[in-house]
């Protein structure tokens, strides 16, 4: 015998809250490839416009590589203007890399 339609209604909500995935923290900022720091070009412009010291620099071979420290970052994209080669987005913190 099939289910009443209000049970398989039910069934269904039930197992999409079950699945949910939590929700993500608030987005922050994210370096692409194409930043010109990553690709061994001078350039602290992120770091000069962040105003909470959220880009941090890294040596590494070749140069300093820009990191975005998440706990600092409040998202405000104002780096974004700041970054000669369009390479900062505002992602939720699980897109970081
Ligand atoms: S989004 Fe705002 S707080 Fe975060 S790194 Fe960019 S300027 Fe700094
Ligand atoms: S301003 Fe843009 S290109 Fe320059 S280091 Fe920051 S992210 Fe890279």
């Known amino acids: ?5 209000d049970l398989k209604r039910r069934s269904f909500l039930l197992g999409r809250f079950r ?3 939590p929700p993500a923290g608030p987005p922050v900022a994210a370096i692409g490839p ?3 720091a990553l690709r061994g070009i001078a350039c ?3 770091r000069d416009t962040c105003s909470t010291g959220a880009v941090r620099f890294e040596l590494a071979l070749g140069g300093a590589r820009p ?3 998440t706990d600092a970052c409040t998202g405000c ?3 974004i203007q700041g970054c000669p080669a369009g390479a900062i987005r505002i992602s939720a913190p699980e897109a970081v890399a």
């Open 19 to 21: 699945d949910a995935t």
């Open 44 to 46: 602290m412009s992120c």
């Open 34 to 36: 194409s930043c010109f």
């Open 77 to 79: 994209g104002d780096c």
């Open 67 to 69: 990191r975005i420290a």
């Open 1 to 5: 015998m099939d289910e009443a339609p």
